[in-house]
């Protein structure tokens, strides 16, 4: 059963290395992922999974020590799912997408020991009903489960966002805003997966996905961070 969920947003620009001299300006966004962490880890999980979008080649599941790595954006840094795997475990070879290789790097930065840790690449074309149902899925794998759930809003609200500036996507914003604030799994599943794709908002499958997974485990909700910088709309929530 979901016990508690943490949503936060997914650019690699979230690691210093990667954002260099921009850094500090998504310091406000990585303290609230640091506050909503550890919100999961005083849940006391058996299990945590790690939720966010995918290319086609990258979705699916991904063992606890699944490897990622920031290289493609021109840092070298690597990270593991959770703690690396045990001597005489199966390797995973397949890298882990960006999305969930920045959810590995906020655990690293939190010293995360408190449970296993496993992943979740979700494409971006599958739709409500179908994400609802592997949400269901995750919420049954322990008998107390947390997500963290990593997807970004919009990239449209300005001039120089990287889908240039569409009048509607702050109005997409605010309502997804809303929904992950006040864990409203409704909400989340009614979100217009067209519309989301039009304006490039990354997190609308992996937010149907947690909307799945607290079906039933009347949790509340609070938003610890809104804002777009770069344009991108970015949510830290928490639920619990």
């Known amino acids: 059963m979901l016990v508690a969920a943490a949503v936060c947003p997914c650019p690699p620009l979230l690691v210093p290395e990667v954002a260099a001299g921009a850094a500090p300006e998504l310091d406000a966004a990585r303290d609230a992922c640091a506050d909503a962490v550890g919100l999961l880890a005083a849940s006391r999980p058996d299990l945590l999974v790690v939720v966010g979008p995918a290319e086609q080649a990258r979705r699916g599941p991904y ?82 489960v947390a997500l963290l759930v990593m997807g970004d809003g919009s990239a449209c609200r300005t001039l120089k966002a990287p889908g240039y500036l569409d009048e509607r996507a702050a109005a997409f914003d605010a309502s997804v805003a809303g929904a992950l604030g006040g864990a409203d799994t409704r909400a989340l599943l009614e979100l217009d997966a067209e519309l989301a794709y039009e304006l490039k908002a990354a997190g609308r499958a992996p937010w149907q996905v947690l909307a799945g997974a607290a079906e039933g485990a009347d949790l509340a909700g609070r938003l610890l961070y809104e804002d777009a910088p770069y344009g991108v709309g970015y949510f830290v929530s928490v639920w619990s």
């Open 63 to 144: 063992p606890q020590g699944a490897p990622g790595s920031f290289a493609a954006f021109g840092v070298d840094l690597a990270v593991r799912l959770g703690a690396p795997a045990s001597e005489g475990q199966a390797g995973e070879d397949r890298e882990l997408p960006p999305s969930l290789a920045a959810g590995a790097w906020l655990l690293e930065r939190a010293g995360w020991r408190d449970a296993p840790v496993e992943g979740l690449g979700v494409g971006e074309p599958l739709e409500a009903g179908r994400c609802a149902e592997a949400g269901r899925g995750l919420g049954a794998r322990a008998g107390r």
